[in-house]
């Protein structure tokens, strides 16, 4: 079963340059953007490939949309860093105000890279890290226990400002700490071998050392290099190394317990592929855990642990996103299952942190419980409800990893131990005055009292507050107050920087007009109108009606029909007359020849095939069309619609789209002449109609509650839908069930189940409402009520396909719970006057969900009696006779 779409187009965008659409994605299913404002990453944004392109008014609408907040936050905070003119700042004068930049002096950097193997990756790693912007470099290859001397072949021959070293110690903690040994810097920045630095990450690092010079530690944003196999979406999409795009502070005081929020969560601080260090706190808190880390028994670890050991002992830990690495994820899926399965170092660094830590033992084991029920449980859950973002055997793999881990630390101990009794132990590193530790305030647990006047630039840091554990900041304009903020400073200094980020975050858009009074709803829709001319895309727009899949696409039209002549007469009418650049191909299927009422028909139309499906049951008699098949498309309609001008053209559209398997659109009555039919129209959502916005179903969508089953109904129906031949012929999906829909005694069902298989495996159904059809609604009330009956068995009958065929548990939840509650609240709408429809049709419904069981039962029991039909079979793999 596929659960992503690969591959995804990786790219960044900086809100600084003109937005471009993006073209030459050919093969790819999807684009993802790091959208970037000066630098700084503000978010991500996913777009559908269309057409091998994804536009530019496209990338606007997605990014205003889902990050102005942050655009405008980062703007104002450009803008504190400038003295404002007289009248105060204007938004639109702060979309030109140019990049923040460091003035202050740049400390030595020493970049640390361990490797053990990876000459490949390592290049690619190598070459990233000699084009570093920074002026005071150092770069150092840590070479962990080789088996041969290609690592330092190509250090010698394409690298010669890189110094390379010789760990012979295996195990990546014994490699990061010879880095600490040999570091010429005060700063110790490491990266892995399989990382792709940005061009500003250390001077995103090192500025806030600089600033900062209680800061110890620092992490980073870790962002994907790629999204092209499976093993890499599905790592990113199930959270990847990324710790979000807000810089986030983490400090104790020393000798305090650590809080819930960090030590139920510590992976949220940041990873080893992306973390900073003064030399001097190892001095003070010792070097990374040799017993853990990748090459030892616990295979990870080290880097949670040093961020635990950090914050425990009252240093200050900041994650930075600014300071930007890509990482290149597993590419093969039997790699990223060991991944997830070395998961379980976590637990490894808990019994590490409970032997240091005798004080954090009852909260570690409670968090271990904790994770145990929130996490494996709940996705042992969830893949029981068919609602995991991840396969089965990755959920089985962790839960492993994470039983072993509990083992694993004291057997890795004991070898650490033999290798430093047999190779030497590690020198002791010399302490220095900053430690970075709170010393004892004047005014414990004391508020400092400030003001900050806006007229004035804030570049100055707020040292005149380390007696104190938080600052109440009264925020002026001309000396008028017009706010205030708390900030926990931790009897630490507050960094211009900082206090920037706190200011615009608090204020917002009222720091353009603080004593102005405008309310906040008119200030934000000024900002956003601004925004949305400023990064208007100047490129030449087309709509998306004069937009058509490629002529070379060929399509097959398939209609069952049963003896309804005259309104077949009627539907090739409409089918002949519609204008295509392609090769369309249309099949009529009769599901009734014994009637002999549909060759007639067929023979005055010119180029109309004829296929004769005696088993009754409409997916039996589409099933047969398929096969018959020969187009890139299959659409599949109804013999009693009206099909207005231009509706193939409309409904292909979507398929521009690689990602998109299958396309539905609306389905409008031509009249509502008899009470049958206004009371059908009422019926549902709205009779056969889904409205008239566009919208999808994906895999994500598939999985997105466990508690609900998937609305797979509410993408349509096969009277007016077209599917890529293509997915007929996968394991996963096939051809309709044919124990489900009309002419069966389970009632319907056929189409919802594709579109359920569909979103299943991963792909997109798109709902586009401009192909709309017309369809004459039943006239008279009894075949509305037998429409009805077959519709209510239909949706149990299709509930149990789910639940016997695909184990998908939600289905019992809909029939037993939330289809009672559905018919409930609709008689009670009608008691209180909200809606005409009938009581006594919805009780009617609700009886005839009864024989659903034994309906499909039945069906179940004719299909292997009549036979199943044969497999699709593509074209190009047809035998010619």
Known sequence: MTYVLYPIKVIDIELSLPLVKIENLDGFMGLQALVRLHGRPIGYVSAPVTAGKVSAKTLSKLILEQHHQKIITHLLEKGLFKTPPSTGWKFEDLLDLPRLKWTGDWPLVTVVVCTRDRTDDLELCLNSLVNLDYPHLDLLVIDNAPTSNATEQLIKNKYRQIRYILESRPGLSWARNRGIIEAKGEIIAYTDDDVVVDTDWVKSLAQVFAEEPQVMAVTGLVAPYELETEAQVLFEKNGGFGRGFETKRYQISHGEKLPWSFISTPWIVGTGANMAFRRSLFAEIGYFDPALGAGTVTNGGEDLEIFFRTVKEGHLLIYEPSALVRHRHRREYEKLKVQVENNGALFACFVRESMAYPDERLSLSWVTLWLVRWWHIRNLFLLLMNANKLPGEFVFAELLGSVVGFTTYQKSRKIAAEIELTQGSLPILELTENSGLIQKPKYPGGTAVKTLELTEAVTNPMVDVIDYNSVRLFVTWKGTVFGHLDIFNNYQPISATNLRQLISEKFGLKLLNPVHNISDEFRAAAAISYLRRYYKPTEKIQNQTSLSLPANISVSIVVATYSRP????????????????????????????????????????????????????????????????????VVTTDDDVGLPPGWLEKLLVPFNRPDVMAVTSNVLPVELETESQWLFEQYGDGGLGRGFKPFEGTGDWFRKSWRYAVPAWKLGATANAAFRSSIFSYPEIGLMDEALGAGMPSGVGEDTYLFYKIIKAGYTVAYEPQAFIWHKHRQDLPALRRQLHNYSKGIVAYQLTTLLKDGDLRSLILVGIDVPLWHASRIKARLKGQTDYPIYLVLYEALSHLPGPWSLWQSRLRVQQEGYSEPYIPVSERSVH
């Open 566 to 633: 005259d309104d077949l007469h009627n539907c090739l009418t409409q089918l002949t007359a519609q204008k295509s650049p392609r090769n369309v191909e249309i099949i009529i299927v009769d599901n009734n020849p014994d009637s002999g009422l549909t060759p007639p028909i067929v023979a005055e139309f010119k180029n109309i095939i004829l296929i004769v499906e005696p088993r009754q049951g409409l997916a039996y008699a589409r099933n047969t069309g398929i096969a018959a098949s020969t187009g890139d498309i």
